[in-house]
């Protein structure tokens, strides 16, 4: 009989003890692989939100308010910029770095989900987070000419029971009283499940949104006085001159059309570096927009500069040119923040749990070393049979490891169907879809880490065992 099953044998003789103990080793593993995964996940999703588009263009203030109200509609939008901004960006002043410009204005809610009035570029220029088109559930995206229609989330759509042809009504406020609701939009569209906040958001006919709105403040024109500046900009012969804003006759325009922000898709950008291709992939993903070939036309100090001169060219030029903006990287924004809120706490959770796996260690040295008084004339039986004092102790760390792997596969399974158990729930309130195989990389070093934890803690009943005096064990 070998070594393995002898310490199997030894382990199912006090199954009761050593099935307590794996228990609360399986226990603390689930912990830290529900919190891997669940932060993971969410991690990957909120990392996720602003991709589809590489700039945002709004009003001057906190970088992170602009991106936070924007792509996950859980903040206060910050102050309009002009309506001419974003008809600017769709001329040929533009035309080499932008490849699409959309439109959005905030401000109303219904039913407490964000109403976004936008244009039909939104279903058809910016991709899901995913990479893939956006698609319909039910109908199909409104057009320019459906000024009162609207295309709602999935998540809104279900939670209110919403169908296509239903009347939808919404507010500053999101209220429910006649008096603070705008007058009716139809719904066309329902999105199919993005994974991203615009699974409970409204998107309405940005022209129907502004109409709702002039009622109060009386018609609203839109000041095309920047478009006339570049015109005679350019007849000068000044291509590049700065614009200026100009102030429009009061007479034609008493109230500009206002916008929230801008999502800008920039054309691809193409640098030559010289990297690897694990480093030109790390650097995609971190710069969105860039296409970069792998070359040895440059040295590795210049690589960063040509790729952040890519990236970054637009954003200057914008904020140099539109006085009132600001050009935000949103996918730079959220991964910051995350970095430094998100994940903090989420090494803060994992430690908590690996205290948990450490205190269930202790408890499984505790528990064989307690069973070693019990055990001595077992042991000095097998020494006076021949087995070597090696042979004794490896027996007592096989048993260790034994006990933390059992409880260490235990726990990834438990852990991964917490996961699955509670991903409705995870659905409903944040929006992310768990699945039972969400694998994380760092889960692999768990299996390792036990047996390591395992080899320490049954070291001490280990040496206890090498050092049993046989002849003093045998006595009745």
């Not at 640098?271 to 650097?283: F, R």
Request: no cysteine.
């Amino acid at each position: 009989m070998n070594l393995i099953k002898i310490a199997l044998r030894s382990v199912q003789h006090r199954s009761l003890a050593s099935g307590l103990t794996a228990l609360s080793i399986s226990l603390g593993v689930a912990l830290v692989v529900t919190v891997l995964v669940i932060n993971g996940v969410i991690g990957k999703t909120f990392r996720q939100g602003a991709q589809g588009y590489d700039l945002i263009l709004g009003a001057k203030g906190s970088k992170l308010q602009l991106v936070l109200s924007t792509v996950f509609y859980n903040q206060e939008p910050l102050p309009p910029i002009p309506y001419r901004y974003y008809t600017l960006l769709n001329t040929s002043r533009y035309s080499a770095e932008v490849e699409a410009a959309i439109p959005i204005a905030m401000g109303d809610r219904y039913q407490g989900a964000p109403v976004i009035g936008t244009t039909p570029d939104y279903f058809k220029k910016l991709i899901r987070p995913d990479g893939k088109p956006y698609s319909f559930m039910q109908g199909e995206s409104f057009k320019n000419s459906d000024i009162f229609a609207a295309v709602v989330g999935y998540t809104t759509a279900k939670q209110h029971r919403i169908k296509l042809g239903d009347k939808i009504r919404f507010g500053h406020n999101g209220g429910t009283r006649d008096d603070d609701l705008h007058e009716a939009f139809t719904v066309v569209g329902i999105l199919d499940h993005t994974g991203s906040p615009n699974d409970r958001a409204v998107f309405v006919n940005l022209e129907g949104f502004y109409q709702q709105h002039e009622g109060d403040e009386g018609p609203l024109k839109v000041d095309y006085s920047l478009l006339e500046a570049e015109k005679d900009a350019r007849l000068g012969g000044a291509e590049d001159a700065p614009v200026e804003e100009t102030e429009a006759d009061e007479d034609e325009t008493p109230h500009e059309r206002r916008l929230t922000a801008v999502l800008i898709v920039t054309k691809e950008q193409d640098a030559q570096v010289a990297a690897t291709m694990s480093q030109i992939d790390q650097m995609m993903e971190n710069q969105p927009g860039v296409s970069i070939d792998e070359t040895q036309l440059i040295s590795k100090h210049q690589r960063r500069k040509v790729v952040n001169t890519a990236v970054t060219a637009l954003q200057p030029k914008l904020e140099g040119e539109l006085l009132e903006a600001q050009a935000v990287a949103p996918v730079q924004e959220i991964a910051a923040f995350y970095q430094d809120v998100i994940g903090n706490i989420q090494y803060i959770l994992i430690l908590f749990a690996v205290q948990v796996i450490i205190v269930a260690g202790i408890g499984m040295m505790v528990s064989i070393y307690n069973s070693m008084n019990e055990r001595r004339q077992e042991i000095a039986i097998m020494r006076a049979l021949g087995a070597r004092r090696v042979t004794v102790m490896s027996i007592i760390l096989l048993e260790s490891i034994l006990l933390s792997l059992g409880g260490g596969i235990l726990g990834v399974l438990i852990g991964h169907s917490l996961v699955w158990g509670l991903s409705p729930l995870i659905m409903e309130y944040s929006n992310v879809m768990v699945r039972f195989w969400d694998f994380q990389p760092a889960e692999l070093i768990l299996i390792p880490g036990l047996v390591a934890m395992a080899s320490v803690v049954g070291y001490l009943p280990a040496v206890i065992a090498y050092r049993t005096d046989v002849a003093q064990s045998l006595q009745p």
